[in-house]
């Protein structure tokens, strides 16, 4: 599986627009970026998943870069809720379905 | 409808003993993975099951096996259990084995310990 980076943590105050980048550069065409988060003792959760075009759901937008080279998961309002482990993971539509998980972003959100 | 449900929440087993975890998935969904998630090595991938059968799996000891019945229940088992064995373990499900169109649903995961 591809790889990604990430940053290890961010903070972000609360209500205010939060950036989350990943970058892939080995990323394959046939790679789907998904991310998903992790909130304190839980398993993780879906967010959102994208190929070339930027996506929009009720969770966040995916940013994605012309090149795919790398990738931004918007929170449009942060909230306390949101603080969470967000990983950035690849699938590749033709291999196993599993997913690797990296180290992941710990987002903190300041009230 | 009710999420993944995964039991027990917690269990607290001895070194040399095994385990059997249990994992409900959302009705309709017939593909059922398996992670360990431990401070060190973090989310790891286990198996995945599909229709019953296994269709991938992760890099771990033969100790480590599971099996998915016709409802799509799934259950894991883990052998002569380690110290190291010590994690939360999570289930996830998913409408369809294949495509991209479908996230994942995880449970809350089983927290096993090991003395």
């Known amino acids: 599986d591809a790889k ?9 105050n609360e209500e205010e627009p939060v950036h989350l980048p990943c970058n892939h550069s080995t990323i394959s065409g046939t790679d ?15 967010v959102i998943h994208g190929l070339t075009s930027n996506v929009n759901n009720r969770m966040a937008s995916l ?3 012309e090149d ?31 997913l690797f998980f990296g180290t992941g972003t710990r987002l903190t959100v300041i009230p | ?28 969904h017939r593909s059922v993975s398996w992670y360990q998630q431990t401070p060190g090595q973090g989310l790891q991938f286990l198996f995945e099951y599909f229709s019953e059968t296994q269709r991938n799996k992760g890099n771990f000891p033969g100790r480590f096996s599971g099996r998915q019945f016709s409802n799509s229940r799934s259950e894991m088992n883990v052998s002569t259990l380690e110290l190291g064995d010590s994690a939360l ?9 294949t495509g991209q169109s479908y996230g994942y649903t995880f449970g809350s995961g089983t927290r096993l310990t090991v003395v």
């Open chain 1, 68 to 98: 795919r080279k790398s990738s931004t998961l918007i929170l449009h309002r942060a909230t306390l809720r949101d603080a969470a482990v967000y990983y950035c993971i690849l699938r590749d539509l033709t291999g196993a379905n599993n």
């Open chain 1, 4 to 12: 990604t980076t990430q940053p290890n943590s961010m903070e972000s």
């Open chain 2, 89 to 97: 373990y999570l289930c996830a499900s998913r409408l369809s084995s």
């Open chain 1, 32 to 46: 789907y970026i998904h991310w998903y988060r992790q909130l304190p003792s839980q398993g993780p959760e879906y």
């Open chain 2, 1 to 28: 409808k009710a999420g993944v449900t995964q039991t027990p929440r917690y269990l607290i087993k001895t070194r040399g003993q095994q385990v059997t975890l249990s994992c409900s998935p959302i009705s309709g």
């Open chain 1, 63 to 65: 940013a994605i870069a």
